[in-house]
């Protein structure tokens, strides 16, 4: 028990390392250089496009160019879920919905989005999602067109690996509703 007298010391020196300035805690967080997601910026229209369910059902390709509208942004990485246009996102039709988060697609059955989505990577220079704290030119809901080679991945479900996006347009929705941060 002789080392019971250290014991203060090293807990006063693990909470003092611990409680370092709260902005290094931010510092962790993915970045990418804007140049970097600027070059999978197309400025013009990539001309005529698949949809969803079509460019899933064709199956791989080295390139194509696939339109939908934007259902979710995965966190930290230049990844989205891009849902066929073929399915109306909340409150598109039917403005009285009154539905806060119209991108969830939350009106219709969890297959339906299964089947009417695509994964889509925006790749860096190593072959993998590009790590990065937000895609600033999107949004969700925005429909856009996105080119590049579509593949599987290792558990065969298809993905789009985007040399380039476009946004067609993003549409006007009530002012009640709040974009995710």
Partial sequence: MKCSHLLPFVVTALLGACSQDSGDRDAGQPTAPAAELAKFTLTADPGEALGVVAAKHQGEAEQVVVEGRVHDITKGFAMLKLMDTGLDYCGQVNKEDNCPTPWDYCCDSKDDRLANSLLV??????????????????????????RGALQKDAQGNPVLVASGVFRVERPQLPDYVEWPQ
């Fill in 121 to 146: 990577e925006l790749r860096g220079a190593d072959g993998r999602p590009i790590a990065t704290a937000s895609l600033p030119e999107l949004r969700l809901c925005d429909l856009i067109k996105v």
